[in-house]
């Protein structure tokens, strides 16, 4: 059995295209503290004449390894019910941080690795590992952050449904960063999944930009667990 036929197709495209989580890690937490976030949103998709965001749920963390490098983690609970563990593991380095003489303005970047496991009895092919890179870079503005930056995947083989397939997928976002607390933040997001992929030949109708991929709304709330966030 094809793996694409373990999970619903809006589900797997939705997943492996760009993670579908708010980038909570625009700025690094700091050495030794850690942060829990719960994130909901998907991409759009038209349903019987009807626009609305396919309601993916994940839970991650983000841990400070040194003040500039996050060890980075998430878990796509929607996934489970389909009988498919879908995790993301990563690292954050932050070569330039809000922090000493530049503090209003911080960059990541995180090399990380999206990886698939069939929870399913008697499945021959059980595992697919998609490798990706993130980059981010978020400003100070009023009472928050504003940042953008992108996702970029590269597929492991040629999609099924599409020949001409690219050999990777871009996914840019733009959001904002709420600051309710020293450790509470909110954050609203608007990402383009798929900016590179010809919509039409995906498993959905979902709405895009001139036939190419999927706008999705993300919501993400972060508690931090900290000495300090600062």
Known sequence: MRFFKLASP??????????????????PVRQGNLSGNVCIGGPIVNVSDTYFPIPIVTAGANYG???????????????????????????????????????????????????????????????????????????????GAVYTGFD????????????????????????????????????TEIKWEGANVRSNQLAADYLGISKYGAITPLFSIEKGFINEWK
């Open 65 to 143: 390894l040194t003040k500039r490098i996050d060890l980075n983690g998430e878990l796509n609970l929607l996934s489970l019910v389909y009988s498919i563990a879908g995790l993301d593991a990563g690292i954050t380095w932050y070569p330039i941080a809000g922090d000493g003489a530049v503090p209003t303005w911080s960059l990541g970047i995180q090399p990380h690795i999206m990886a698939l496991v069939s929870l399913k009895p008697d499945v021959g092919d059980r595992f697919r590992a998609y490798p990706m890179l993130s980059a981010s870079f978020a400003r100070i503005w009023c009472c």
């Open 152 to 187: 970029l995947t590269i597929p492991i083989s040629q999609s099924d449904y599409d020949d001409e397939s690219p050999n990777f997928i871009w996914s840019p976002f733009i959001g904002y960063e709420w600051i309710l607390t020293e450790d509470l933040r909110v954050f």
């Open 10 to 27: 809006l589900l797997f495209i939705a997943i492996v295209i760009g993670g579908c989580a708010a980038h909570s890690n625009i700025e």
